[in-house]
């Protein structure tokens, strides 16, 4: 439904409205959905963190100007029932909470309702899926945050990208073209 897209659409008229109102710096979040207007004030890229989909904490996040920044994942909203963990996230082809093998998607990309349905698309359809599609697309980045722990990140993201001090172990992947 248009839930998937709702905030970064909202997201995307404010930005458009700020704009319009001469607003030349602004970070403002939808409740997961970051998005940015320019730089800060003094002239640096915004810092968005990347919660880690196991803890309270940040895993790491990107630098970024007139971006949005947006996560999906089952980990905020979801219900535990007889061992079974199902969140809201929906694979259409079962119809059952999305297994894909991922936590979490981040899409970085300057229109917000793009992002937010980029991330639950590739939430749904797995890692491998979303490579193949920012190799074939080239108009976003992204972080993803595997079940098996491992963290992948598309190139022009991997200048930008910083992990956390408690994650500064953690492997990471850059996909690559």
């Known amino acids: 439904d248009l839930g998937g897209v709702g905030k970064g659409f909202t ?3 404010v930005v458009k409205t700020m704009k319009e109102d001469g607003v030349t710096s602004a970070l403002f979040s939808l409740g997961g959905n970051i998005q940015t207007i320019g730089t800060k ?5 915004w810092y968005v963190g990347i919660k880690d989909p196991e803890s309270d ?4 996040g990107v630098r970024v100007q007139d971006e949005a920044v947006i996560t999906s994942g089952g980990y905020e909203r979801y219900f535990e029932e007889d061992g079974q963990t199902y969140w809201h996230i929906m694979d259409p082809e079962t119809a059952a909470p999305a297994r894909s093998g991922l936590k979490s998607v981040t899409i970085v990309s300057p229109l917000g309702v793009y992002c937010d349905a980029l991330s639950t698309a590739v939430f749904v359809r797995g890692a491998d899926w979303g490579a193949d599609f920012w190799r074939t697309h080239q108009d976003f980045e992204m972080v993803l945050v595997l079940e098996d722990g491992s963290l992948w990140v598309t190139a022009g993201l991997a200048g930008s990208f910083t992990l ?3 994650y500064q172990d953690l492997e990471v992947t850059v996909i690559q073209l």
């Open 41 to 45: 004030p003094d002239g640096e890229k």
């Open 164 to 166: 956390a001090e408690d």
């Open 11 to 13: 997201g995307d008229e």
């Open 57 to 60: 904490g940040y895993l790491g």
